[in-house]
């Protein structure tokens, strides 16, 4: 039976024996994982080690959001090099701290695109209105 602080099962080790299920559910809850890791290791980790430790696991099957973030501009360029006419935009805002916002320094918000084929065919789509029940 391990303690419960034990120091050698910290989130990396954790995320290795998770990942698995992470990966088919992301949604997973945290008790849920405790649970499984309970079964598997006969240890009970921290609701907090558990949830770094999805983290982490969520990071080693998707990448950092960082990179995330660094391959937008090409996957928005590949999308419209290879679908003539479609377009795309990704969105910032500014980043406020304590009520000033910080020169430059932007944070992403969303990003949009519709496929050439979409937005030539939408003039041939027949306009109707609809009326519900309420």
């Known amino acids: 039976m391990l303690r419960q602080d034990h120091q050698q099962l910290d989130k990396h080790v954790i995320a290795q024996?998770?990942?698995?299920?992470?990966k088919?559910?992301?949604?997973?809850?945290?008790?849920?994982?405790?649970?499984?890791i309970k079964m598997f290791m006969n240890y009970t980790p921290s609701y907090k080690k558990t949830w770094?430790?999805?983290?982490?696991?969520?990071?080693?099957?998707?990448?950092?959001?960082?990179?995330?973030?660094?391959?937008l501009p090409k996957l928005l360029g590949a999308l419209q090099s290879c679908v003539p006419g479609?377009?795309?935009t990704a969105q910032?805002?500014?980043?406020?701290?304590?009520?000033?916002?910080?020169?430059g320094k932007r944070m992403f918000k969303r990003v949009f695109w519709s496929f050439g084929p979409c937005i030539n065919d939408f003039a041939y789509c027949k306009?109707?209105?609809?009326?519900?029940g309420t």
């Open 17 to 22: 024996i998770i990942q698995p299920i992470v």
């Open 24 to 36: 088919t559910n992301p949604t997973v809850c945290i008790k849920t994982l405790i649970v499984e």
């Open 52 to 71: 770094l430790a999805k983290q982490r696991a969520l990071e080693m099957i998707h990448g950092k959001w960082e990179e995330s973030y660094a391959n």
């Open 86 to 88: 479609t377009v795309a």
């Open 92 to 103: 910032t805002e500014s980043v406020y701290e304590g009520g000033e916002i910080v020169s």
């Open 127 to 132: 306009p109707i209105v609809q009326v519900d």
